[in-house]
């Protein structure tokens, strides 16, 4: 079993900044990308930020320069830290890790944290 705990969610002006983590435990591993989604109300879950080992991190367009993903492998957690925060940033941020099973069948898996609330007030 997989589980992906969250933390550092929570209520700022716009304009501040929030660092989000998730850490990856269970029987899953090495994580080849770890990602942070978001869904907004009303709207459909999309991704903001991810992390492939050996590759470069990918962000959603409009978080671009304010938000930064990064990863600390050796305990298996993700961070997000967000920057110049504005009210449309306002959501619930979900963490995702992918890798392989450490028990059989070996496949590679997908887990999802259970969110956190971000919310930005003008």
């Known amino acids: 079993q997989v589980q992906l705990v969250e933390s550092g969610g929570g209520l700022v002006q716009a304009g501040g900044s929030l660092r989000l983590s998730c850490a990856a435990s269970g029987s899953i591993g090495p994580l080849s990308e770890m990602a942070w989604y978001r869904r907004a109300p009303g709207k459909q879950r999309e991704l903001v930020a991810a992390?492939?080992?050996?590759?470069?991190?990918r962000y959603e367009d409009s978080v671009k320069g304010r938000f930064s993903i990064s990863r600390d492998d050796r305990k298996n957690t993700v961070y997000l830290q967000m920057n110049s925060l504005k009210p449309e940033d306002t959501a619930v941020y979900y963490c995702?890790?992918?890798?392989?099973?450490?028990?059989?069948?070996?496949?590679?898996?997908?887990?999802w944290g259970q969110g956190t609330q971000v919310t930005v007030s003008s």
């Open positions: 992390a492939r080992t050996g590759g470069r991190a």
């Open positions: 995702n890790a992918a890798g392989v099973r450490q028990t059989a069948p070996y496949d590679v898996i997908s887990a």
